[in-house]
């Protein structure tokens, strides 16, 4: 009897270690997912200044809202479904992208080139 009792009791200390390594994977899944979302949101501030280089200092929100366009654009989304994702008309999505599509029309031209 105290065999099988013991028995029960290994399974069920394996079953809440097994639990408490699966909660543990699930929490480090989403730090570094959390993380990757801070890495991409630098890279692209860090490129946006780069392009406010001698303007005007832009407000916290137009940030965020230039960040959100440029991750859609880098993310292949067109004009018009960068227009739809952010509530913005074509023509101003097509404005806050200058820099960045003359940049990358400009870095073309020079692979073309060579």
């Known amino acids: 009897m105290l065999l099988i009792l013991s028995f029960?009791?290994?399974?069920?200390?394996?079953?809440?270690?097994?639990?408490?390594?699966?909660?543990?994977?699930?929490?480090?899944?989403?730090?570094?997912?959390?993380?990757?979302?801070?890495?991409?949101e630098f890279e692209l501030d860090t490129e946006i200044s780069e392009q406010e280089k001698g303007r005007q200092a832009v407000s916290p929100k137009q940030r965020i809202l230039m960040r959100e366009v440029l991750d859609l654009y880098k993310r292949g989304y067109s004009l018009e479904g960068i227009a739809t994702e952010?509530?913005?008309?074509?023509?101003?999505?097509?404005l806050l992208l200058t820099p960045y599509l003359e940049d990358s029309d400009g870095r073309r031209r020079a692979a073309n080139e060579s």
């Open 8 to 40: 029960i009791k290994t399974k069920q200390s394996s079953n809440a270690a097994k639990q408490e390594l699966e909660q543990f994977s699930i929490s480090i899944m989403t730090e570094m997912y959390q993380l990757q979302q801070k890495i991409r």
């Open 86 to 94: 952010t509530e913005l008309t074509e023509n101003e999505v097509k």
